[in-house]
């Protein structure tokens, strides 16, 4: 059987790269091939718990390599119970984040040195790594903005003009509670990847309307991965 194809999706909060993943994911399931949906920090049982607590905004404070550590333990369950046994039985595996996140979360922008991260990441992911890597870039001041307003929104109501624009309290999380600064060192971490790695990342304009940026990642999936497999 033929190995499958393994996607991610990167980008800062509030940059439409989860509903992004999830479209493709649809489109993908629609042309008839067959997908897994998962995502980082998650994605198996284990993963989920280390999850909860990595986003906890209540939890004590702690180094960026210790965080980078709980991220590689995550990883490795996953990549263990979900995405080796989907690649292995052909299927697309659509990951919304992945070892890019950490390498800008807790690199370029936490200063955890290179070294140690490029040797966590030699040996949890070893050869699994995405053939392709959809990068959603926006504006760290747009993207925090979506987020405040993808919190304030009461749930199972769309977001709306009457919908509060700025955030009546601490963001959903401790990453998207972070200063300016941060959010701004993330965008250009995930430029910069992109830019050292264009045989395995597209950078898409993450201000577009959905259906535009929707568009643009299925050319890109296309041109890279499934013209090359036909």
């Known amino acids: 059987m033929t190995a499958g194809w393994f996607i991610t999706f990167e980008g800062g909060e509030g940059s439409g790269k989860s509903t992004q993943a999830k479209r493709l994911a649809d489109r993908l399931t629609a042309e008839g091939h ?34 980078a550590l709980l991220f590689a333990s995550a990883r490795a369950d996953h990549l263990e ?3 080796r046994p989907a690649l292995a039985a052909g ?12 390498r800008v979360y ?5 200063r955890v040195e290179p070294r140690l991260l490029e040797a966590l990441e030699l040996i949890i992911v070893q050869h699994t790594k995405p053939d392709l890597t959809i990068v959603v870039d ?22 709306s003009e009457k919908t509060p624009k700025q955030p009546r309290s601490l963001l959903a999380d401790r990453f998207e509670a972070r200063g300016l600064d941060f959010h701004k060192k993330l965008r250009e971490g995930f430029v910069e ?24 990642v299925w050319a ?11």
């Open 138 to 159: 926006i504006p760290a001041e747009i993207g925090l903005a979506r987020a405040s307003l993808r919190l304030n929104t009461p749930p199972n109501q769309a977001p």
């Open 81 to 83: 119970q979900v995405i």
């Open 106 to 110: 807790q690199g370029y922008a936490g």
């Open 220 to 230: 890109a999936v296309q041109s890279r991965l499934l013209n090359e497999a036909t």
């Open 193 to 216: 990847i992109a830019r050292l790695e264009p045989q395995r990342c597209v950078v898409v304009d993450g201000q577009k309307s959905p259906d535009d940026v929707a568009r643009d």
């Open 91 to 102: 299927r697309f595996v659509v990951c919304d984040r992945f070892s890019d996140s950490t």
């Open 34 to 67: 067959a997908v897994t949906v998962t995502r980082e920090p998650g994605g198996s049982p284990f993963a989920e718990r280390l999850r909860a607590l990595i986003l906890d905004p209540k939890l004590e404070t702690h180094s960026p390599l210790a965080e």
